[in-house]
Each structure stands twice: as C-alpha cells, then as structure tokens.
C-alpha cells in the first residue's frame, strides 16, 4: 500500500534552490561551450552589415526577411565545418591548404579572401568616420583616420580578448532595433508570410540586394577566423590537442563547436531579421527607398530614441566596427602567415609574430587609403557585402572538399548532413552570384 501524496511546504522551500543550482549549472554548462562561433556571429553583424540590412529593409520592405530563416541553417553549417577543420588538423585554413593542395589554390583562396577583406574593412572605418561626424564636429576624414589608426594601434599592443571585452557592450545597442520594432506599426501578419514564403523579382536589383545579404552573413574572413582560432584554442589551451592527435578529446570538442557556432549564428542572424523589419517598418513605409546616408539610416531608430537616434546608432556601428575591424584584418593575416608559415596570434606580441603583424598593418592602411576615394560611404557598405558574396562560393567549394579529405581531416570527416548542407550553401551562393550578372535590369 503507498503513502498517500502530501505536499511538504517545508521540503519544497528546501528543494528549490537545488532546482535553482541545477539550472544554474546548466546555463555554465552552456556558456563554458561559447567562444570563436558567438565572437563570429557577434563580429558578423558589422557596420557593412548594418548597412546592407538597413538598405535591404527600406528597398523591399518586408520581402526578404525570408532570407533571415534561409540563411541561418547554411552559415551554421559552413561555419561549424570550419571550426571543425580548425580543431581536428590544429590549423587553420590556408595552413591546410598549404599542406594539402596544389600552391595555385592555395594563391588564389588568399587573393580573393584578402581582396574582399580589404575592401569590406575599408568600407567599415569609412562608416565609422562618417557616424561620428554626425554628432561631434569635425571632418569625415578625420574621424576616418582616427577610428584607423585606433583600431590598428589595439590590435598591436591589446591582446584582442581584453579588447573584445570590453567594446562588445557597445553593441549591446544593437538591440535598440529589436525593441524599436514593437513601438512602431507592423504587419505582424505581412511579417510571418513575408519570413515563411520566399518571394522576389527576378531583376538585378533583386539579386544584388539578395548577395549582399547573404554576403554579409557568409562572408569569407568568417570562415578564416574561425578555423584560426579554434587552431589557437589547441595553441593556448595546456593539454589540448588537435583531436587527430588527441581522439579521446573529440566528443567534448565538437560539441562544443556545434552549440557555440548555433548560438552565435543565431546572434547574428536575429539582430540582422529586426534591423530589416525595422527599416521596412520606419524608412520603407515612409517612402524612403534607398539608404544614402548614416543619417537616414539611423532615422530607422527614431521611434525608440527620438533625438537621440543618431546617437544610438553612432554606438552601433562603433561597437560593431572596433570589433570587426581587427577581425577583418587579422582574418586576411592569419591566412597569409599560415600560407607563409609565419607564427600567427593575436595573444602574442608584434615581437614574436612580426610578419603576422606586418599583414595586419598593411591591410588595415590600404583599407583606409581607399576612404580618400570618393564613394558613398553606405554604398561601399553595401558593395562591400556584394564583394563577400561572389567571392564566397569558390572558398565554400575548397573548405567543403577539405572538409570531406580524409588525408586532412582524418577519421574526423564532417557528418553527412553538414556535408549537404555545406554544398547546398555553396551551390546556393553560387546561383545567385550568377544571377547579379545574368538578370535583367
């Protein structure tokens, strides 16, 4: 015969806060598997992207928030397939590349990502100069060259982990659009059609706007950086190795990778679907179609911040630019020093890595030379991102042929829905790069 079931208040009061110990162990439990996936998706939410989301939401409206929910799955997978070659060869990407292939392959993935890169950081300082102007007075150009040489001058003598940590509150105000998205009216239900069913015009409009948006999501550097920095992982952690040496390891570590890249890939992709309902919602609705200025641009704010909209996005697209900047140049200099054989770290001094930050110089001041050329500082923005997405596919082609190596990767050949889901995206970009030349006007 069983007890009756009695309700002990006394017992409950003392059984909650194990309840509380465990969730809280748990939510430690998943913030210890956070590291290169949630700084990429943080960084992947550049001034670029800020700018292509914006000038995608005020063109179309709501029409290609699809792409938010397209996208996610593809630059997860592509970007946990680089983790995974990071960590299970101990090296990044242009490093295997040099072990493995032919030298024109590995010349060639070094010019297009190095191209794109430079182009995209260039872009990204010039948006951080032409923001500031708007609330302190002074010229473009001179904040451009001060938000340079910062960047530049952080990189060589603050390790970035201690950069980072600090300037990631700044883009905090990110979130500013997320909110400004429920004070405004919104067609809650154009909205959910407009994210569930995928329509666009097949024009060149169409299709430029549609590989920006997935250029500044799947961008190349991304793809260097991570693999880089889980090979640094293994470098700076004791008693970690490459999982092809240390097999027993594996579990644990891709694991960790593939919550640590969902996360920040999630991130990224989220801040990215309300910056487009926001501007589609505020800039399209009011018959402003296409974004010229940061000053328009940040108007998309002004529901939630008033006088005070500029501001809120001056802090965005610092935030977001001292972040990402480093990242751009770095990602372009790990590459080439992999590819040189050169020692690559950002947590080692100039001293112990010269050529490494010799790279980082050289493509951090070529980028801002191209601020004295005269272009419209959103539409570089934009370019930028179009730039990343054409040259995305052929570097998707090679990381996916690395990725299914077995004299690269070993017995840790990456799981066969990654594999499809890899090519899908590469596939996918490609078309679509086609598509920007091939379209009608």
Not at 2 to 27: H, V
Not at 220 to 248: C, D, H, I, M, T
Not at 386 to 405: F, T
Not at 426 to 441: E, H, I, N, P, Y
């Amino acid at each position: 015969m069983t007890a009756p079931l009695t309700i002990d208040k006394g017992r409950s009061a003392t059984t909650e806060p194990g309840a509380q110990n465990t969730k809280q162990l748990f939510l430690r439990g998943v913030l210890s598997k956070l590291g290169p996936g949630l700084i990429t998706g943080a960084s992947d939410d550049d001034p670029s992207g800020i700018a292509t989301y914006s000038q995608v939401g005020a063109q179309f409206g709501y029409t290609l928030l699809w792409t938010m929910v397209l996208s996610y799955p593809l630059m997860a997978a592509i970007q946990e397939i680089c983790g995974r070659i990071g960590r299970v060869t101990g090296c990044g990407l242009a490093a295997n590349l040099r072990k493995n292939y032919p030298r024109p392959v590995l010349f060639l993935a070094l010019v297009l990502m190095s191209a794109a890169n430079i182009f995209n950081l260039g872009a990204d300082i010039g948006a951080m100069g032409s923001s500031a102007a708007l609330l302190m007075p002074g010229t473009t150009k001179a904040f451009t060259v001060v938000f340079g040489l910062v960047s530049l001058l952080a990189v060589l003598f603050i390790p970035y982990t201690s950069y980072a940590k600090y300037l990631k509150w700044l883009t905090l105000s990110l979130f500013a659009y997320v909110v400004a998205a429920f004070l405004v009216h919104v067609s809650w239900r154009s909205v959910l059609t407009a994210t569930l069913v995928p329509r666009m015009a097949f024009n060149q409009d169409s299709f430029v706007a549609l590989i920006a948006v997935l250029g500044t999501t799947i961008s190349p550097y991304l793809f260097f950086w991570q693999a880089s920095q889980e090979a640094e992982e293994v470098k700076n952690n004791r008693g970690e190795k490459a999982l092809k040496r240390a097999p027993a390891q594996a579990n644990a570590q891709l694991q960790r990778i593939h919550i640590d890249t969902l996360v920040g890939m999630a991130f990224s992709n989220s801040v990215a679907f309300f910056i487009i309902l926001t501007a589609a919602s505020t800039l399209h609705t009011h018959g402003i179609t296409n974004v010229r200025t940061c000053a328009q641009a940040a108007s998309a704010l002004a529901p939630i911040a008033g006088r005070f909209a500029e501001a809120l996005f001056v802090c965005g697209i610092v935030g977001t630019g001292l972040l990402a900047v480093p990242i751009l140049a770095a990602s372009a200099a790990y590459a080439v020093g992999e590819g040189c054989k050169w020692t690559t770290s950002l947590e080692k001094s100039p001293r112990k890595a010269p050529g490494f930050y010799a790279s980082i110089t050289i493509a951090t001041l070529i980028g801002l030379l191209m601020d004295f050329v005269h272009i419209d500082p959103v539409k570089a923005l934009v370019w930028a991102a179009v730039l990343n997405g054409v040259v995305a596919a052929p570097l998707m082609a090679v990381i996916m042929v690395m990725a299914s190596s077995r004299k690269v990767m070993g017995k840790f050949l990456v799981p066969s829905y990654l594999r499809w889901i890899g090519w899908l995206a590469t596939v996918m970009m490609a078309c679509v790069s086609a598509g920007v030349f091939l379209a009608r006007k």
